[in-house]
């Protein structure tokens, strides 16, 4: 009995669907005309079309779009490297000299130093240009400045630590009795003794990661991801000595260039830093931007106009 | 009872309006595709032309800097020259001489240049006559047997354009040099900039 019923509910449910299928619309069931719609090759060739003409638009969008941020970034490198050096020659045409003293070979007033790239160590400073110049009212004031002593110059340092460049400023303390010559400060070994001050890796990392910084400095990070040279000459030298200088007289003029990259150029650049292949060497020279600045001193008749 | 015939359908035969594409407008499509492309194209020529403008821009008037700067250096020499020897005249002659190419000036290190050029080169009016007629060409500021693709290699045109005479001393005492830069070199595809300064013998005691 049971098993009857059974046989016969499902051949009822089974008539159902085939009734079901056979007779209620389906809007999938295509319809038997010969322009019914697309073809399966129109439809390929249609795809294809769009997907050519799509590949080609991101093609050109992308190009410009990397244009765009790499022009953008160029631009913004630019502008670092013009402030950068400005405030350079605007520090150097204030530059003073000490020639009190001749025949001093360890005191000196012009410091000068820029080594090859390939010779600069992780966690080393790089002292590359220490000058002397009337103090700033800007300034910082030691602390802890004795009484009877003035601060009448400041000591600037321009400074490498981790392809990182560095400004310093620290004001001179001279003290009341120290003689003065005209208008020349004897003991000229400022440069030396704040040498030992600026030559600290710490300073130079808190300065980089934004940490607090030494109160009686005025010390900066002026850019990161930097090739700084500095080249110094005098016309009269028969031995000119460009990229090392330690002499009390100022140099005519410096030749400087700054190679300035973003992170991700820094990246690639040094990626490619000791590779000497032709893909590399070409490669090289379009990463980042580079700028390069002749600066005259005032007593060579310099010009911040160009 | 419904039917499939009874029933809308999306693909229902077509009819109308509802018919496939004829050429014309498959033509008229591809028209205006092509001129949409072309824009876009266009567009992203122009922006690598501003680029690559705004960048010899910058390079111009870096090499310019560089050279202005070197003439000054030397001007702080010559106007030495002529106060310590009190001769009349030492000033322009030694201007003279440097426009006479018989001073030679080292060409300043500019980034993207190649290294230790050449000296300055100071056009005479017989090159600049020359010039202008279409048979000399610019200075190259490189090595024309060792060029690098890799580098900038600018021509340029460095020439005295103007001077004054100082009423009291009866000398030349003021010189005006032009700079004409022409960034792309051997292509001449970008037009030439030009750079102006003057120079100066103060003169009398310092």
Redesign the interface.
């Given at each position: 009995m049971n098993t009857r019923l059974l046989v016969n509910a499902q051949r009822s449910m089974s008539e159902r669907v085939n009734s079901r299928t056979l007779e209620l619309p389906n809007s999938r069931t295509p319809e038997l005309s010969p322009r019914s719609g697309y073809t399966l090759i129109e439809l390929v060739a249609s795809l294809a079309l769009f997907v050519m003409i799509l590949g080609m638009l991101m093609t050109v969008l992308n190009s410009a779009t990397d244009m765009w941020s790499g022009s953008r970034g160029q631009k913004r490198e630019q502008t670092v490297a013009a402030a950068i050096t400005d405030l350079i020659a605007d520090d150097l045409y204030q530059a003073v000299s000490d020639i009190s003293e001749s025949g001093d070979l360890y005191k000196k007033s012009f410091y000068l130093f820029s080594p090859d790239i390939t010779n600069t160590k992780p966690d080393t400073v790089t002292i590359h240009l220490a000058i002397l110049r009337p103090a700033s009212p800007r300034t910082r004031i030691p602390s802890d400045l004795a009484s009877k002593t003035r601060t009448s110059l400041d000591a600037v340092f321009y400074t490498s630590y981790a392809f990182a460049l560095f400004r310093h400023v620290i004001p001179v303390t001279i003290d009341f009795k120290q003689a003065l010559t005209n208008g020349i400060a004897l003991p000229h070994d400022f440069i030396t003794e704040n040498m030992r001050f600026v030559n600290d890796p710490l300073l130079h990392k808190n300065l980089r990661t934004y940490a607090s910084t030494t109160p009686d400095t005025t010390s900066s990070l002026l850019a990161e991801w930097i090739l700084p040279t500095f080249l110094g000459y005098y016309h009269d030298d028969p031995d000119p000595k460009p990229d090392e200088i330690q002499f009390d007289l100022l140099p005519h003029y410096l030749d400087l260039s700054l190679h300035l990259f973003s992170a991700e150029e820094w990246a690639d650049y040094w990626s490619i830093f000791g590779d000497n292949s032709d893909t590399a060497k070409l490669k090289r020279p379009h990463l980042g931007t580079l700028i390069s600045r002749r600066i005259t001193l005032p007593q060579a008749g310099g010009s911040r106009l160009p | 009872?419904?039917?499939?015939?009874?029933?809308p359908?999306?693909?229902?035969?077509?009819s109308g309006r509802n018919?496939?594409f004829t050429l014309i407008e498959t033509a008229l499509a591809m028209l205006a595709?092509g001129l949409g492309?072309l824009a876009?194209?266009g567009?992203?020529r122009l922006?690598?032309q501003a680029?690559k403008e705004?960048?010899h821009d910058?390079r111009c008037?870096?090499m310019?800097?560089?050279v202005?700067?070197?003439l000054?250096?030397y001007?702080?020499?010559f106007?030495d020259e002529a106060r310590t020897n009190g001769v009349p005249d030492t000033w322009g002659n030694l201007w003279e001489d440097v426009a006479l190419n018989n001073i030679q000036i080292i060409f300043?290190?500019?980034?993207?240049m190649s290294e230790k050029v050449q000296v300055l080169h100071f056009w005479q009016k017989d090159e600049n006559d020359l010039y202008e007629k279409g048979q000399y060409p610019p200075t190259p500021a490189f090595q024309s047997d060792n060029i690098s693709l890799?580098?900038w290699n600018p021509r340029y045109i460095l020439y005295v354009s103007d001077a004054d005479t100082s009423p009291v001393a009866q000398a030349i005492n003021v010189l005006q040099f032009t700079l004409m830069i022409f960034p792309d070199g051997d292509t001449y595809s970008s037009e030439a900039r030009i750079?102006q300064?003057t120079l100066t013998n103060p003169g009398g005691l310092p």
């Open positions: - | 009872m419904r039917t499939i015939s009874s029933l359908s999306p693909l229902r035969p077509l018919r496939a595709i492309l876009v194209f567009l992203g922006g690598l680029s705004t960048d910058q008037a870096m310019a800097d560089a202005f700067e070197t000054r250096e001007n702080a020499r106007v300043p290190e500019i980034a993207y890799s580098e750079f300064t």
